[in-house]
T-cell receptor
């Protein structure tokens, strides 16, 4: 069945290292979201794309985070350099938007990032 | 700014009782309101959603109501079961024609057998 695939599922890295998280949206979906989940802040929207174009990345720390969609089947979220406060679960979600209406957003299983 | 408030943050009920979770939103242009259930170690999964052109929607034991005037919407779970225990998130679509989902902080529901 169709699902959003995120890799890796878990990542432990040292402070200062580059981290790349990948997401394969559901085929045919034209909207991709990146969320960060922590106990304190809940689900925070970092960035989202429609038809591969970034629409809003205001939730993302620009100095160290970057999000891209090199093609319709791949979205990436990079952190460089990583810091301990970046430790969280990062979710990718995809959906479709046509005109005024949206379909539901389907979430991946998440990438649990630990920066030590 | 864009904001979704969700209450309560934790909710404990006895099996068979009803559970109600409430959310308010700030953007009167929002037109789509989904509810997600998140189990431990998994991503959020949609359980029900409602659009601004209806006031209520029901799916078996789950119902959602929307009051556009007051800008609030609620999730109702009847005849709760232990497997309903999870974290529930409400969300609202912001941004008009652009549209991004903003989530509430979540409600941890515990159903005691």
């Amino acid at each position: 069945d169709a699902r959003v695939t995120q890799t890796p599922r878990h990542k432990v890295t040292e402070m200062g290292q580059e981290v790349t998280m990948r997401c394969q949206p559901i085929l045919g979906h034209n909207t991709v979201f990146w969320y960060r989940q922590t106990m304190m802040q809940g689900l925070e929207l970092l960035a989202y794309f429609r038809n591969r174009a970034p629409l809003d990345d205001s939730g993302m720390p620009k100095d160290r985070f970057s999000a891209e969609m090199p093609d319709a089947t791949l979205a990436t979220l990079k952190i460089q350099p990583s810091e301990p406060r970046d430790s969280a679960v990062y979710f990718c979600a995809s959906g479709s938007r046509s005109g005024q209406w949206n379909t539901e957003a389907f979430f991946g299983q998440g990438t649990r990032l630990t920066v030590v | 700014g864009e904001n979704v408030e969700q209450h309560p943050s934790t909710l404990s009920v006895q099996e068979g009782d009803s559970a109600v979770i409430k959310c308010t939103y700030s953007d009167s242009a929002s037109n789509y309101f989904p509810w997600y259930k998140q189990e431990l170690g998994k991503g959020p999964q949609l359980i029900i959603d409602i659009r601004s052109n209806v006031g209520e929607k029901k799916d078996q034991r789950i119902a959602v109501t929307l009051n556009k005037t007051a800008k609030h919407f609620s999730l109702h779970i009847t005849e709760t079961q232990p497997e309903d225990s999870a974290v529930y998130f409400c969300a609202a679509l912001y941004g008009g024609s652009q549209g991004n989902l903003i989530f509430g902080k979540g409600t941890k529901l515990s159903v005691k057998p």
